[in-house]
Nanobody, 116 residues
Framework: QVQLVESGGGLVQAGGSMRLSCTAS????????MGWYRQAPGKQREFVAS???????NYADSVKGRFTISRDGAKTTVFLQMNTLKPEDTGIYYC??????????WGQGTQVTVSS
């Protein structure tokens, strides 16, 4: 089992910045990929960014150039630096960890609200 705890989030004006953190605990050696998803009101959860165990990163087209995913040296915490935020970035952001046997783990979610 893997537990994910998110922090960060809140209210920011359009054009502002925010950083989210997600710390994994438990069977962390089983983790292959960690990343972020988000869900806007009335919409399906969508991929935002991810960091593989090999160190490669992936981003949704909608956030490329504005968001940066990174991790700490212990590879137990991932960060999502969000710059030039837009109202359409508003939603609940969920941390995700995918294990080497394709089990998905989710954090509890943190609200990000971008005001126009």
């Amino acid at each position: 089992q893997v537990q994910l705890v998110e922090s960060g989030g809140g209210l920011v004006q359009a054009g502002g910045s925010m950083r989210l953190s997600c710390t994994a605990s438990g069977n962390i050696v089983s983790i292959n990929t960690m990343g972020w998803y988000r869900q806007a009101p009335g919409k399906q959860r969508e991929f935002v960014a991810s960091f593989t165990s090999r160190g490669s990163t992936n981003y949704a087209d909608s956030v490329k150039g504005r968001f940066t995913i990174s991790r700490d040296g212990a590879k137990t915490t991932v960060f999502l630096q969000m710059n030039t935020l837009k109202p359409e970035d508003t939603g609940i952001y969920y941390c995700n960890a995918n294990s080497r046997v394709a089990i998905n783990y989710w954090g509890q979610g943190t609200q990000v609200t971008v005001s126009s």
